[in-house]
């Protein structure tokens, strides 16, 4: 069993900066990939960062390109996501997941592709 726990979300005014952390746990965790998704009230969940767990190869959502960073410590076990320049269409609840299996990059873009979720942390982006 994997856990995934998200911290770092609040409230910020628009152009400010939050750092969001994924804390993994479990007996065994060996993740080829871990990703970053959103979900804003009534709208899908969608893609924003992933990051191959052994290589470090990024990829982002061209809404956060140049704003957003992942990033991952193989020794901790824990995935962040920088959040600078933030804007009110970035409000949602951000959450992080785990691929176990090895996917493609394209199939990274996409949550049902994701093995493990975390419960979600709630960013707010004030005009």
């Known amino acids: 069993q994997v856990q995934l726990v998200e911290s770092g979300g609040g409230l910020v005014q628009a152009g400010g900066s939050l750092r969001l952390s994924c804390a993994t746990s479990?007996?065994?965790?060996?993740?080829?990939?871990m990703g970053w998704f959103r979900q804003a009230p009534g709208k899908e969940r969608e893609f924003v960062a992933a990051?191959?767990?052994?290589?470090?190869?990024?990829y982002y959502a061209d809404s956060v390109k140049g704003r957003f960073t992942i990033s991952r410590d193989t020794t901790k076990k824990t995935v962040l996501l920088q959040m600078n320049s933030l804007k009110p269409e970035d409000t949602a609840v951000y959450y992080c997941?785990?691929?176990?299996?090895?996917?493609?990059?394209?199939?990274?873009?996409?949550?049902?592709?994701?093995?493990?979720w975390g419960q979600g942390t709630q960013v707010t982006v004030s005009s």
């Open positions: 997941a785990a691929d176990l299996v090895g996917r493609s990059s394209s199939e990274l873009l996409r949550p049902s592709k994701y093995d493990y």
């Open positions: 479990g007996r065994t965790f060996n993740a080829f990939a």
């Open positions: 990051i191959s767990w052994s290589v470090g190869t990024t």
